[in-house]
């Protein structure tokens, strides 16, 4: 699953960001950011289209949802389960098993790689909902805090 950062640590412009290892890894001037998703690979958890609320550094713990740099294509962002801790790094998979993109295809991710955690989703409402039952139905389920699901940390280590 990709993300799009919707506002960079710095509060400027949209965009991919530019930052430092060093940076990255918790040295930023904002510790929170903003991101929204795109694709597949963490349905049910998250949906195209969700903004992220991501707090970047700080440790990781098996079932967070985490922000990495894509291991082979650094400039990509993207959201994963972080499953264990491995020698060498994280193994991360998706929550959706068949749309793959994770540490199946390329290993464990290093821990320099790791931006953050994803402390809350919220899904904006779709175009077509306007009805008093899908508003009511959309403002109990839009915003949600990104638990560490240790059941699925479980679940996924299994595959």
Not at 66 to 76: M, S
């Amino acid at each position: 699953m990709r993300l799009r950062l919707v506002e960079e640590r710095t509060g400027e412009v949209p965009g991919m960001p530019e930052l430092s290892q060093e940076t990255e890894r918790g040295r930023a001037v904002a510790p929170f950011g903003l991101a929204e998703v795109t694709g597949p690979s963490m349905v049910p958890t998250l949906h195209h289209g969700d903004q992220l609320l991501v707090r970047y550094g700080g440790a990781v713990r098996p079932g967070d949802v985490v922000v990495l740099r894509h291991p082979f294509q650094q400039d990509l962002l993207v959201v994963k389960r972080a499953v264990e801790r491995r020698e060498g790094g994280w193994w991360v998979l998706g929550d959706n098993p068949y749309a793959g993109g994770d540490s199946t295809d390329y290993g464990v991710v290093p821990e320099e790689l790791i931006l953050g955690t994803a402390w809350f989703r919220f899904r904006p409402v779709k175009a077509g909902q306007r009805s008093p039952l899908a508003l009511l139905r959309w403002a109990v389920s839009a915003a949600r805090p990104l638990l560490p699901d240790r059941s699925a940390s479980r679940r996924l280590r299994a595959r």
